[in-house]
Nanobody, 117 residues
């Protein structure tokens, strides 16, 4: 059974930091590209950051320079370090595992991030 379990969300003041984690099980983690997405109330889900099997990363323009995605294949976990948080970063953050080779894509249940004074 595939599971992606996000953690690390919470309430933080503007300018603060959070580190999200997504622990994966039931997949061959090292062959999956991993991504972080977010969805704010009334808005569509949007891509935040991705990291490929070999560690190449991409970021949404809105988070470049503030967020850093990383992965630890030995722990089958992907991370999202979020610094200089802004109120507009408030959203439910989802983890995604995607493999073209396996023709499979999986989602976690999400973790809430709220940035407010």
């Amino acid at each position: 059974q595939v599971q992606l379990v996000e953690s690390g969300g919470g309430l933080v003041q503007p300018g603060g930091s959070l580190r999200l984690s997504c622990a994966a099980s039931g997949i061959i983690f090292r062959i999956y590209a991993m991504g972080w997405y977010r969805q704010a109330p009334g808005k569509q889900r949007e891509l935040v950051a991705t990291i490929t099997r070999d560690g190449s990363t991409t970021y949404a323009d809105s988070v470049k320079g503030r967020f850093t995605v990383s992965r630890d294949n030995t722990k089958t976990t992907v991370y999202l370090q979020m610094n200089s948080l802004k109120p507009e970063d408030t959203a439910l953050y989802y983890c995604n595992a995607n493999s073209a080779l396996m023709k499979a894509s999986y989602w976690g249940q999400g973790t809430q991030v709220t940035v407010s004074p």
